[in-house]
C-alpha cells in the first residue's frame, strides 16, 4: 500500500486545470468531433466503402508511428516547443482534410493528424510526469486522461453542431480551433515553480540507448501495457459485431456505446486515487481481470439488455483502469531521457489498441465470433495472472538516471 508523503498531500491538482486539464479536455473535444467522421469524409471525396473503413485505422497507425519519433522530437525541442510543433501539425492536417477532393489527400492528412496526436500525447505526458509528485502520479495522470475523455465524449455533439452548417468537412475545423486553442491556453499557463519539465536535450534523443538500457521495464510492464490496449481496442470492435449477431440495432448499439462510457468516464477519479493507494500493478491487473471477464460474458448475452449489463461491466473495467498506462510509464520514466523513453512507452501500448481489433478479426475468420470472444477473454485473464504473479513492482524497475 502506498502512502502519500505530507508534501504530496499538499499538492494541489487544481494548479494544473490551466496548463494541463483544460487544455487536454479542449484537444480532444476536436479529436472527438473527427472520428465518427473520417469514413464519412472519404465517402464524400470519393472513396470504396472498403477504402472508406480502412481510412478510419489510418489515424491509430499514424499515431503508434509517431510514438517513437514524437519521443525523439521532444526530448530534442523540449515541451513546450513540441506542444506548440503539434498543434502546427493538427492545425495544419485538419485544414488540410477539411479541404480535400482526393482520397489520396485526405488519407495524408489522417495520417499526419496522428502522428500531431502522438506528439501532443507525449509532450503532455511528459510534462505531467514532471510537474506531479510521485504520490500524487496516479490521481494526476488519471484526471489527464479524464480530461481527454470528457473532450471525446463532447467533440461528437460539438461537431454535430457544425456539421449541420458547414457539412461533413465541419467536423475538421473544429478539430483545427480546439488544438490551437488547447495550445493557446496550455502555453499561457504560468508554469509552477516546482515543475521538472523536459528542457531540450540532444542526447536524451537517443532511442537506441534509452532502449538498451530501459530494456528491463520496457519488455517487462511493457508487455502489460500491449495488453491493455489490445483488449480496450477489441472490445470496441466485439460489441457493435456481436450486438449485430443478435439482431441489436445502431440505435441500440450506440446507447450500449454512450451508457459505457459515461460509466467509464466518471471513474478516473477513484481510479486514479486507488493507483496512488494501492499501487499500479495491482490496478492493472484488475483493469485487464474485468476487461476480459467482460469479453468471455459477450456470448452469453442474447438481448439489449444483457449486452447492455456486460457493457457497462466493460466500461466499469475500463474505468477502473483510467490513466494506468500513462501512469506506469510516468513512474517508469528516467528523468533525463524521459521523452523518449515516453516516445518508447506509448508506441508499445498503441500497437495493442491497433492490434487489438485485427486479433479479433483473425480468430473470428478462424472460427465465429462467439469463440473469438472467449479466445481473446482468455488471453486476457491469463495476461492478468501472469503480471500478478510475475511482475515485479514498478520501483524495482526504474531504472537510475
Request: some cysteine.
Amino acid at each position: 500500500m502506498n502512502e502519500p508523503s505530507q508534501s504530496d498531500q499538499a499538492f494541489g491538482l487544481r494548479s494544473l486545470v490551466a496548463s494541463l486539464y483544460a487544455p487536454g479536455a479542449i484537444y480532444a473535444v476536436g479529436q472527438g468531433a473527427i472520428i465518427p467522421v473520417i469514413a464519412l469524409m472519404a465517402r464524400h471525396v470519393g472513396a470504396s466503402v472498403p477504402v472508406a473503413g480502412a481510412m478510419v485505422g489510418l489515424r491509430g497507425f499514424g499515431t503508434m508511428l509517431g510514438d517513437v519519433p514524437a519521443g525523439a522530437l521532444v526530448a530534442r525541442i523540449g515541451d513546450r516547443r513540441a506542444v506548440l510543433a503539434a498543434t502546427v501539425v493538427q492545425v495544419a492536417s485538419s485544414v488540410v482534410a477539411a479541404t480535400a477532393t482526393s482520397t489520396v489527400v485526405l488519407a495524408l492528412a489522417v495520417a499526419v493528424s496522428g502522428f500531431g496526436w502522438a506528439m501532443w500525447g507525449v509532450a503532455r505526458l511528459s510534462y505531467a510526469t514532471g510537474v506531479l509528485p510521485a504520490g500524487r502520479r496516479g490521481q494526476g495522470i488519471a484526471t489527464l486522461g479524464g480530461a481527454s475523455r470528457i473532450g471525446t465524449f463532447a467533440g461528437p455533439f460539438v461537431g454535430a453542431g457544425v456539421i449541420s452548417v458547414l457539412g461533413v468537412s465541419g467536423a475538421f475545423w473544429v478539430a483545427a480551433l480546439a488544438s490551437a486553442g488547447g495550445c493557446a491556453l496550455m502555453l499561457s499557463a504560468t508554469r509552477l515553480p516546482n515543475a521538472v519539465t523536459a528542457p531540450p536535450d540532444h542526447k536524451a534523443a537517443n532511442l537506441r540507448a534509452t532502449a538498451r538500457t530501459h530494456s528491463k521495464a520496457l519488455l517487462g510492464p511493457g508487455a502489460g501495457a500491449l495488453l491493455i490496449g489490445a483488449l480496450r481496442a477489441s472490445r470496441q470492435a466485439l460489441l457493435p459485431l456481436w450486438a449485430a449477431h443478435v439482431g441489436i440495432d445502431a440505435t441500440g448499439v450506440s446507447i450500449i456505446f454512450g451508457v459505457s462510457s459515461g460509466l467509464d468516464m466518471l471513474l478516473f477519479a477513484p481510479a486514479g486515487w486507488a493507483s496512488d493507494r494501492w499501487g499500479r500493478k495491482k490496478i492493472a491487473v484488475v483493469c485487464l481481470a474485468i476487461l476480459a471477464a467482460g469479453q468471455l460474458a459477450v456470448p452469453a448475452t442474447h438481448s439489449f439488455d444483457t449486452l447492455l449489463a456486460v457493457g457497462l461491466l466493460l466500461g466499469f473495467g475500463n474505468g477502473v483502469g483510467s490513466g494506468i498506462v500513462m501512469t506506469m510509464g510516468a513512474d517508469l520514466a528516467p528523468r533525463h531521457s524521459r521523452a523518449a523513453f515516453l516516445g518508447l512507452w506509448r508506441f508499445i501500448a498503441d500497437t495493442g489498441g491497433a492490434l487489438g481489433p485485427f486479433m479479433l478479426s483473425g480468430l473470428i475468420a478462424a472460427s465465429s465470433i462467439g469463440p473469438a470472444a472467449i479466445a481473446v477473454g482468455a488471453v486476457g485473464l491469463a495476461a492478468a495472472a501472469v503480471m500478478g504473479l510475475r511482475m515485479p513492482d514498478l520501483a524495482t524497475l526504474r531504472s537510475a538516471d
